[in-house]
């Protein structure tokens, strides 16, 4: 990859059904694996209650920082490839599932497309994605404002810190 014309990407993934832990981690290494993403850092996997609807299984949620040489629609697409391996439903917003990718940040874009909307709409008001987002990027600025600050001022109960090795997504 180009590291000069990369560019930096957060992701927040989650899942709640089957073994989720390893869902992430080879949706994770399959980015990784692209010629134009490299996964930099990665949080801590953390036990959250569900979001939504809440009659269902709680979620193990982390956040990635990549960079990548693709366009948000083409990482959107490399993300949505790695739910579909993964054996992604979409049947019920918010419901449960094996995995689910999110493109919280692309670099400093702020659209918002049929398909795609940057920053991710509703990533400040969720403790699954701030407290774990807050772990690799503190100093982030969304809407003027870093990452720590906003996590401060969140609900953060029920929110766990299940698996710390930083390596946990790793073959």
């Not at 990407?9 to 981690?25: K, Q, T």
Request: proline share 5%; net charge negative.
């Amino acid at each position: 990859m180009n590291e000069s014309a990369s560019q930096s990407v957060w992701l927040g993934l989650g899942g709640n059904i089957g073994d989720v832990r390893l869902a992430m981690a080879t949706a994770l290494q399959r980015l990784d694996g692209d010629d134009g993403i490299e996964v930099k850092l990665v949080s801590s996997i953390y036990k959250t209650p569900p979001w939504g609807v809440e009659d269902q299984p709680w979620f193990q949620n982390c956040c990635a920082e990549i960079a990548t040489t693709h366009s948000a629609e083409e990482t959107l697409k490399l993300c949505q490839s790695a739910e579909h391996e993964g054996r992604r439903e979409r049947t019920l917003r918010w419901g449960p599932r094996t995995i689910d990718i999110d493109i919280l940040i692309f670099a400093n874009e702020e659209r918002a497309t049929k398909d795609l909307v940057l920053p991710h709409p509703r990533m400040l008001e969720r403790a699954f994605v701030l407290v774990p987002l807050n772990e690799i990027a503190a100093n982030l600025c969304v809407k003027g404002r870093p990452i720590a600050e906003w996590v401060s001022e969140i609900d953060c109960q029920g929110v766990e810190k299940i698996a710390a090795d930083a390596s946990w997504w790793r073959p």
